[in-house]
């Protein structure tokens, strides 16, 4: 008998893993080394928050309460972006912290604490989503409709 992983994946965390690696290409190809020290491991920040935001917002706001509607796709679509922006940057705030910190390394400049990180990636989220980062959100709303696809068609073979 023939296995189907994706019949079997849950949709919040297929949707984490898609938006996940969408993420993760998305920070390596926009940020390359030219930007300067410390940006190469972005890819690895922008994927890791996409999938915890990807995968926790979409189970509490669209899996468990089984609405898979168009507006409610949307919506999640909206706030995971926003979120998984912020997620990023509070994820390399504190790697930053920590590689200072603990390991002597030096990554952007002086380490933020974990608190004080908490408004910094707010206002750097702010900042970026001007730019570029307005982009994470139309990626997570295809995302999540990609996903409805894919488990639609899943569902019934």
Not at 21 to 32: P, R
Not at 42 to 59: D, H, M, P, Q, Y
């Amino acid at each position: 008998m023939e296995q189907k992983p994706l019949k079997y994946m849950s949709f919040s965390f297929l949707n984490g893993l898609t938006f996940g690696i969408i993420s993760a290409l998305a920070g390596f190809l926009f940020v390359n080394e030219p930007h300067g020290h410390g940006w190469e491991f972005l890819w690895i920040t922008t994927g890791t928050a996409g999938f915890v935001t990807g995968f926790l917002i979409c189970k509490f706001l669209v899996t468990n309460p089984e609405n898979y509607s168009n507006s409610r796709l949307i919506i999640t679509g909206l706030i995971i972006g926003i979120i998984s922006h912020w997620l990023h940057w509070y994820i390399s705030l504190i790697a930053n912290y920590i590689n200072v910190e603990f390991f002597g390394g030096y990554m952007y400049g002086e380490p933020t604490n974990p608190l004080e990180g908490i408004l910094a990636s707010i206002q750097l989220s702010f900042i970026s989503l001007l730019f570029f980062g307005w982009t994470a959100i139309p990626l997570a709303i295809g995302t999540l409709f990609l996903t409805r696809r894919i488990k639609l068609k899943h569902a019934t073979t």
